[in-house]
């Protein structure tokens, strides 16, 4: 078939022109076009949130006259019949209808006739896409808030269990101090912290009302706005109609909340690789985290936080692409904005699930204690310990790093680390140097002594998980 023959065939097939606004247009829109402009295929995701909005619409309309009780009873009982349909998967979506907002109110019409015609008085798809998304996106984010709260119980119980069990702290990717995993393990809970504050901190401002605003300058109807706002649990309805058609900064500050949270996954995640390696085998992984190799039988892949880390960079696309979306728009709504779905769901959906994969593998965590403290006591880790210790004894600090340089180099001579050393070795690089160094340049000495509130000594590490645990369950 030729091409013109092709955009013929399709043009027929579209006589059914769309009739909620087809009153001005003299020919049908192009099938193409009317496949391209529709979002239904996507939007049919907010259906729900477009029944609630529509009901406590309707019930606003009667409230002020607009409708009599009797319009708004048959209007609620055939949203109603048609929320139903739709959870049982058997309505019948229509491209030609265009989105979800006009496939819902054509099939309103279809069964309760004329009545049906009159919700959307004093009421556009602009402010109703709007009111819709931040349904939708509030619903969606109060599923994740506990599920925050979740993984991070599960980081915290962790960190308690493991408060006394010694690893290297790294900085630069080299040995640096020895700290206690239970602490390494609340740092990661106080990045999640952070995420959860953000989060409620975008809900706090998507929480508005834009219904009202109609297409983008309010409507002549004697609405009620504090009426559908309280009545869809707002905290309020929004302030002006130009700015709630078109602020899609919610969805932005969703996504900017999920590509930090998924930044800080990636971290973990990197972590988690790194730990598993031969190399490291600081912790296992269960194998049903993990998956094998077709070809190297000895392999075992973490492909679960493989997977989250590289999802990352998915969500924070998703970021770019609102910013991109909502960059030089001008007021009020522009059809790019029916572009926000899209991200935005895929935002949600993969920190959904990445939030599911972690809850799920972290207190399956096998930490190997043993490996941990074995590479601990590698790397002269307690150098700074010595350091500290030449210090009270009365040595300037920039002196005793000298002498302890000196000590390190040694130890790489003789592959022995500090604690190895003989006193009378020691004491070589420094007089000053008596038998009560080996208490601190044991591995357990110098965690016990970071006994500050932040710090790595498994009291503390004890105490803080406690105080985490509890602001936590003080939410939930
Ligand atoms: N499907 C549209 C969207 O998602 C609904 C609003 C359409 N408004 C309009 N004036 N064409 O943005």
């Not at 979002?39 to 606003?60: E, N, P, Y």
């Not at 109110?105 to 008085?121: D, M, P």
């Not at 706005?225 to 602020?247: C, H, I, M, P, Y």
């Not at 006994?451 to 939410?475: C, F, I, M, W, Y």
Request: a negative charge; hydrophobic letters at 40%.
């Amino acid at each position: 078939m030729s091409k013109s023959n092709k955009n013929k065939t399709e043009q027929l097939d579209n006589s059914a022109t769309n009739a909620s606004w087809g009153g001005r247009f003299n020919e049908p829109v192009d099938a193409f076009v009317a496949r391209f402009t529709a979002s239904v295929d996507f939007d049919q995701r907010l259906a729900m949130q477009d029944i609630q909005g529509s009901i406590a619409h309707a019930k606003m309309l009667a409230k002020v006259g607009v409708l009599t009780a009797d319009e708004l009873k048959q209007i609620i009982d055939g949203l109603a019949q048609i929320s139903d349909e739709i959870n049982q998967g058997k309505f019948a979506w229509s491209q030609v209808l265009e989105d979800v907002h006009m496939n819902i109110e054509a099939a309103l019409t279809e069964r309760i006739g004329i009545v049906g015609k009159k919700l959307h008085t004093g009421r556009s798809r602009n402010d109703q896409v709007a009111t819709d998304i931040r349904l939708w996106l509030r619903d969606q984010i109060d599923t994740i808030k506990p599920q925050i709260s979740q993984l991070q119980q599960n980081i915290i119980a962790l960190a308690k269990s493991e408060a006394s069990t010694i690893m290297p702290g790294f900085t630069h990717l080299q040995t640096a101090q020895p700290v206690t995993f239970g602490h390494h393990l609340l740092a990661w809970n106080e990045m999640i912290q952070r995420d959860y504050e953000r989060l409620c901190d975008c809900r706090k401002r998507l929480n508005q009302s834009p219904l009202g605003s109609a297409a983008l300058a309010g409507t002549s109807y004697p609405i009620d706005r504090d009426f559908t706002a309280s009545e869809l649990g707002f905290s309020k309805a929004s302030e002006n109609s130009l700015d709630s058609v078109s602020d899609r900064d919610f969805a932005i500050e969703f996504c900017a909340f999920a590509s930090l949270m998924m930044t800080h996954f990636s971290r973990i995640s990197e972590e988690l690789i790194l730990w598993t390696s031969a190399q490291f085998q600081f912790i296992d992984l269960p194998d049903r985290f993990c998956t094998g190799s077709s070809i190297m039988p000895q392999k075992k892949n973490p492909d679960v936080p493989e997977l989250v880390r590289g999802k990352t960079g998915r969500v924070t696309g998703q970021l770019i692409s609102l910013l991109t979306l909502m960059k030089s728009q001008p007021l009020a709504y522009n059809k790019d904005n029916q572009e926000d779905k899209e991200p935005l769901f895929d935002a949600v959906d993969t920190v959904q699930d990445c939030l599911r994969a972690f809850g799920d593998m972290i207190p399956a965590i096998q930490a190997n204690r043993d490996s941990m403290f074995e590479a601990a006591r590698r790397g002269f880790s307690t150098a700074t310990d010595l350091a500290d210790y030449l210090v009270c004894k009365g040595t300037a600090f920039r002196d005793s790093h000298e002498v302890v340089g000196n000590a390190v180099a040694y130890g790489i001579e003789n592959s022995k680390d500090l604690s190895e050393m003989s006193l009378e070795e020691l004491q070589k690089f420094s007089s000053l140097i008596d038998q009560d160094v080996f208490e601190v340049l044991t591995l357990e000495g110098s965690v016990a002594a970071r006994n500050h509130q932040g710090g790595t000594a498994p009291e503390q590490v004890k105490a803080a998980a406690d105080r985490a645990l509890k602001l936590v369950k003080s939410r939930s």
